[in-house]
Nanobody
Framework: QVQLVESGGGLVQAGGSLRLSCAAS????????MGWFRQAPGKEREFVAA???????????EYADSVKGRFAISRDNAKNTVYLQMNSLKPEDTAVYYC??????????????????WGQGTQVTVSS
């Protein structure tokens, strides 16, 4: 069983930055595909970014079009942690952000049903 714990959310003005962290338990973190999703009130949970495991120590970052060029996903396998650096934040980025994980390549990394493990979420609020 893998447990995921997010941190780093908060209130920020438009144009500001935040960095979210997701700490994972377990000894095989390096072979997991990790993703970030978000859910705004009254909306479906949507894909934000993923860092896909492609075997060995190879990873690929993937992004939703709405955050491409503003957000960056990274991981530190020694710390069992994945990060989401969010820059140039907009009011429409306001949501609860969830970390998710699945063992392996995560072929359909953009689909929430791909993931087996989820964190409890962290609130991000961007004021205009």
């Amino acid at each position: 069983q893998v447990q995921l714990v997010e941190s780093g959310g908060g209130l920020v003005q438009a144009g500001g930055s935040l960095r979210l962290s997701c700490a994972a338990s377990g000894r095989t973190f390096s072979s997991y595909t990790m993703g970030w999703f978000r859910q705004a009130p009254g909306k479906e949970r949507e894909f934000v970014a993923a860092i896909r495991w492609s075997g060995g120590s190879t990873y690929y970052a993937e992004y939703a079009d709405s955050v491409k060029g503003r957000f960056a996903i990274s991981r530190d396998n020694a710390k069992n942690t994945v990060y989401l650096q969010m820059n140039s934040l907009k009011p429409e980025d306001t949501a609860v952000y969830y970390c998710a994980g699945v063992r392996g390549g995560g072929r359909n990394y953009y689909n929430k049903v791909t993931y087996d493990y989820w964190g409890q979420g962290t609130q991000v609020t961007v004021s205009s």
